[in-house]
């Protein structure tokens, strides 16, 4: 079953340095062949609201996450596919996509953010967490980022 869990993945990826991390986190584990990754960035929109800033302005910045998620794995025979995708509810645009894409397992890595503030917006992985169909897996940071 652990095979299988790697074998269609999707990766939702914040920023450029959640990018940086996830990427070596799942390189660290991939040990069997590797995963077709599916790495997604979610535009969070405001439902009727401002939105917090232009649509144009987030797809350049989820062009620079994807860039560096290319970068991390240049090296190494991953498959690889990236999609920007948008949503009032960043966790329920993922788990959308995960049904889909029928993935074996949504893949990240723990992002730091501080009590309050998960308290104030929600924290997106509590939320996968108590709505997922499919296995969650949650990849340590590397120590230097603790």
């Not at 979610?42 to 439902?47: F, H, M």
Request: charged fraction near 30%; include cysteine.
């Amino acid at each position: 079953m652990v095979d299988s869990l790697f074998e269609t993945v999707l990766v939702p990826i914040a920023s450029e340095e959640d990018a940086e991390e996830t990427c070596r986190a799942i390189l660290r584990e991939i040990h069997d062949g590797p995963p077709t990754l599916h790495v997604v960035h979610v535009i969070e929109k405001a439902g009727g609201a401002p939105d917090k800033a232009g649509v144009e302005q987030r797809k350049e910045r989820a062009e620079r996450i994807f860039n560096r998620v290319e970068t991390e794995l240049a090296d190494e025979d991953v498959p690889l596919e990236t999609e920007i995708l948008y949503g009032t509810d960043v966790a329920e645009a993922i788990l959308e996509r995960a049904k889909r894409l029928d993935a074996t397992s949504i893949v990240f890595t723990p992002r730091g953010a501080s009590r309050w503030i998960k308290l104030l917006t929600g924290d997106v992985a509590q939320k996968l967490l108590a709505n997922t169909d499919r296995p969650l897996v949650v990849l340590p940071r590397t120590e230097s980022h603790e």
